[in-house]
């Protein structure tokens, strides 16, 4: 999976004026971290009538509500439902803020990664291109917007294939966080895995090493290791010691996975079974037939 960076509430800075909508974008926001996603949308639906309502089609808060809208059809897949939403309010804040501010900037970015998701890679490209110029000229070069900007080219880039390009937009997004986040910031080890994978894809095993075994330290800083992405990690890192035929490198990494992963799930969960074969693998290639078979039982 590959992790972009965005902001779900990109106006949340404009606190809407009546305790109605402060009501609705809560119990919103709560329904969205519990992953209730259908009930976030229905949610942000009621505050989209009533903001326009009080405040009309032209305002602010409006492009709010449509955002807010359009973000959680994105979570549910619905990306034709949530494409139109992201136009709309863009053109608004185009129109009310111009074409200058960070909340364009921000609309441009939600539209670019909609667009790269829709596989629409040049208009992707042109979004976060104009995201990114605005940003620079507002804020400066290393302040962590435009590491967002940095970091979804990247992946706009990896989906055209261009994988040198995408690997310095990386690089470059890692730079930026590290400075103005600090290394135990989520959007580094976000922008770090993004990194990690490319070198896989390309096959260049040296570098996936040694950036995913950097990956690891620092995600088990930022959650510890009884977090899923963490685990993810190791299963990847134990991957790509197999690639290069390290199997007894591949090993503990899988073991630890393996172990996490069973106090995760069940015990016939998919996850659990992935790494039980991956294993089962590792252990076939150096000759350990009977751990091997006891894994299989």
Wanted: with cysteine.
């Amino acid at each position: 999976m590959k992790y972009w960076l965005s902001y779900l509430l990109f106006f949340q800075i404009l606190a809407l004026p009546a305790q109605n909508w402060e009501e609705l974008n809560a119990k919103a926001m709560q329904a969205y971290n519990t992953h209730k996603i259908k009930d976030a949308l229905e949610l942000w639906q009621k505050s989209k009538e009533e903001t326009e309502k009080k405040f009309g089609l032209k305002s602010i808060h409006y492009a709010t509500a449509l955002n807010n809208v359009a973000f959680a059809y994105k979570a549910l897949g619905e990306y034709n439902e949530a494409a139109p939403l992201y136009k709309q309010a863009t053109e608004i804040v185009k129109n009310v803020e111009g074409e200058n501010s960070l909340l364009y900037a921000s609309a441009l970015n939600n539209s670019g990664e909609l667009e790269r998701i829709l596989n629409n890679l040049p208009e992707a490209e042109k979004l976060h291109l104009k995201a990114l110029e605005i940003r620079q000229k507002k804020v400066g070069t290393d302040h962590a917007y435009c590491a967002q900007s940095h970091n979804n080219l990247g992946l706009v880039y990896e989906n055209t294939k261009q994988y040198d390009k995408a690997v310095l937009a990386y690089q470059e997004a890692i730079r930026i966080v590290g400075k103005a986040l600090g290394e135990k910031h989520p959007f580094y080890a976000r922008s770090l895995h993004n990194l990690a994978q490319t070198y896989a894809t390309q096959n260049a095993w040296d570098k996936a090493e040694s950036t995913y075994q950097n990956l690891l330290k620092v995600q088990e800083n930022i959650t510890g290791k009884k977090d899923e992405l963490y685990i993810n990690i190791l299963c990847e890192l134990g991957m790509v010691y197999y690639n290069q035929a390290k199997y007894a490198q591949a090993e503990p990494i899988l073991k630890e996975a393996l172990a996490l992963k069973q106090e995760f799930y069940p015990p016939k969960h998919p996850e659990v079974k992935r790494t039980q074969i991956d294993l089962i693998e590792v252990f076939e290639k150096q000759g350990k037939t009977s751990e091997a078979n006891d894994l299989k039982k």
